[in-house]
């Protein structure tokens, strides 16, 4: 199954298994931040300062995984498309198939930050992480395991660079080895992006 068609198969089921708070079509969302939900440790969901920043309106996804690094994380083809990673407009993405039983996606989205998985709620887990020197947040499927794991680049204001993992087949279920090689593929994507500018 070619990789934007399992996506849009994930964010069905995730919206099947998982209804968002928001009311929106399946999308990964989080509710809207309530005072009430504060979990105490602000620290935990708070962005580092970011280094610099790499605006993403003219960046090509799907040159953001060089031959090179798609050596290393067992890519065999790419094609570009438009994907809705992020509620509002969907954000010109590049799809990378592994060789066997997975894939990658890579967005660049313009109209909103990282930020924007920090509100709470909702139907995914998000976690503050740095990818390199920049913030970033890891966001999955909240309630499951082994469906994928993205991690969104904090790369300048109301933009984000978009990496995900999703195992194409039943094989893989450890979030951490997920959420690792999307940490991995995310920290080519930006080392690229750097190089770009």
Request: glycine content about 10%.
């Amino acid at each position: 199954m070619h990789l934007s068609k399992l996506a849009a198969v994930v964010v069905f089921a995730v919206a099947v298994s998982a209804c968002t708070a928001s009311g929106e079509k399946g999308n990964p969302t989080p509710a809207p931040q309530s005072p009430a939900r504060s979990s105490g440790n602000d620290s935990a969901s708070k962005l580092p300062t970011r280094p610099q920043a790499f605006k993403l309106d003219a960046v090509d996804s799907c040159k953001l995984l060089t031959a090179e690094q798609q050596k290393q994380i067992k890519i065999v083809g790419a094609e570009a498309v438009k994907l809705d990673l992020v509620e509002g407009q969907e954000s010109p993405s590049c799809d990378f198939d592994g060789d066997s039983g997975f894939g990658y996606q890579v967005g660049t989205v313009t109209h909103k930050g990282v930020d924007y998985w920090l509100q709470g709620g909702g139907n995914v887990d998000a976690k503050v992480i740095k990818v390199d020197d920049f913030g970033a947040v890891e966001v999955k499927l909240k309630g499951g395991t082994g469906f994928d794991c993205s991690v969104a680049i904090d790369v300048a204001d109301g933009q984000q660079l978009m990496v995900s993992y999703i195992p194409t087949t039943t094989k893989e279920k450890d979030q951490s080895v997920l959420c690792g090689k999307a940490e991995k593929a995310a920290a080519f994507a930006l080392a690229t992006l750097k190089t770009l500018k």
